[in-house]
């Protein structure tokens, strides 16, 4: 089985600040993708980044940039330059390619508010 | 190009009546995805169509929820007869039919059973 884990429930940050999300898995499939969505406040779930386990460098994606460490089993999220659209709640998530199906295990997320 | 969309974004129903939410997804994915998030909780997967057929139902809490996909094009979930735990949010994803499989998400319809 999998799990996420993300520890903090919620966190601020100053505008232009950088934040970093903390993101732990569990899995015992040796082929998987990560995953970050933002959910703002409107509900929808919006996909930011991808990570394959067997990718040898770090995803970025604009002012989204993924700290995957394997060895660890983490797969931190690091927004740049923190803007107040960025204040959501932030999911990581992964799908075990090895499995049967590809549904993806969600944690429980982190909530992000920036401060002007 | 048209996201995925779902109807209605919010119902409210009386414990023992029928709601029936639908789901478009993205034209031309196959792969078809319920997830539901009740208060406090985490995100869980329902259910995984390919197409008209159903991949993975092993997230269906109980025979009162039934999901459909005539013609492999939109998708419907049905709770009968509602309960009170089944309020929550319930998302509709798509995605293609490939590595990484990144699946994209509608908008959610939040339902609450009084």
């Known amino acids: 089985a999998q799990k996420i884990t993300q520890t903090q429930p919620g966190m601020f940050v100053q505008e232009k600040e950088a934040v970093t999300l903390d993101c732990t898995y569990d899995t015992s499939d040796p082929s998987y993708g990560l995953f970050w969505y933002k959910q703002p406040s409107s509900g929808e779930m919006i996909f930011l980044i991808y990570q394959g386990s067997y990718d040898q460098q770090n995803a970025t994606e604009g002012r989204y940039s993924l700290n995957f460490q394997k060895a660890r089993k983490s797969a931190n999220l690091v927004i740049s330059a923190s803007q107040l659209g960025d204040s959501a709640m932030y999911f990581c998530?992964?799908?075990?390619?090895?499995?049967?199906?590809?549904?993806?295990?969600f944690g429980g997320g982190t909530r992000v508010l920036v401060k002007p | 190009e048209a996201g995925v969309t779902q109807f209605p974004s919010h119902s409210v129903i009386e414990k023992g009546q029928t709601v029936t939410l639908r789901c478009d997804p993205i034209s031309g994915h196959d792969n078809l995805y319920w997830y539901r998030r009740v208060m406090g909780k985490e995100i869980k997967f329902l259910l995984h169509f390919v197409k008209e057929s159903k991949q993975d139902e092993s997230g269906m809490p109980n025979n009162r929820f039934l999901a459909e996909r005539t013609g492999g094009t939109y998708s419907t979930l049905k709770v009968q007869p509602a309960e009170l735990e089944d309020s929550g949010v319930y998302f509709c994803?798509?995605?293609?039919?490939?590595?990484?499989?990144?699946?994209?998400f509608g908008p959610g319809t939040r339902l609450t059973v009084t």
């Open positions: 994803a798509s995605s293609q039919g490939r590595v990484p499989y990144e699946q994209y």
């Open positions: 998530a992964m799908i075990p390619y090895k499995a049967a199906g590809n549904k993806l295990t």
